[in-house]
């Protein structure tokens, strides 16, 4: 079992920055790729970014440039560092280790999935 816990989400104002950070606890040693995913009102949940154990990553086409996710040299956590914040940014972000993660940058959708109850970022003025 993987428990992952999201913290550091907020109200910020368009152009602002926030970095989220999800707490990795459990039996991380299987997990292979961890990663960010948000959920506006009325959409799917989309892919933010990703990272696997060797550090290769992936991001979501609206956000590159302007979001950076890293983890600690434990795998005890890992962060989502945003800037440049828009309104259009607003969701419920989630932190996910696992199958959907190892997928996003593999192409491969195996093993176990894990995810975070969700921390809510608001951008607005």
């Known amino acids: 079992q993987v428990q992952l816990v999201e913290s550091g989400g907020g109200l910020v104002q368009p152009g602002g920055s926030l970095r989220l950070s999800c707490a990795v606890s459990?039996?991380?040693?299987?997990?292979?790729?961890m990663g960010w995913y948000r959920q506006a009102p009325g959409k799917q949940r989309e892919l933010v970014a990703a990272i696997t154990r060797g550090g290769s990553t992936k991001y979501a086409d609206s956000l590159k440039g302007r979001c950076t996710i890293f983890s600690d040299n434990g795998r005890t956590a890992v962060y989502l560092q945003m800037n440049s914040l828009e309104p259009e940014d607003t969701a419920v972000y989630y932190c996910?280790?696992?199958?959907?993660?190892?997928?996003?940058?593999?192409?491969?959708?195996?093993?176990?999935?894990?995810w975070g109850k969700g921390t809510l970022v608001t951008v607005s003025a």
């Open positions: 459990g039996t991380i040693s299987s997990i292979y790729a």
């Open positions: 996910n280790a696992g199958s959907t993660s190892n997928g996003a940058i593999t192409g491969i959708y195996s093993g176990m999935d894990y």
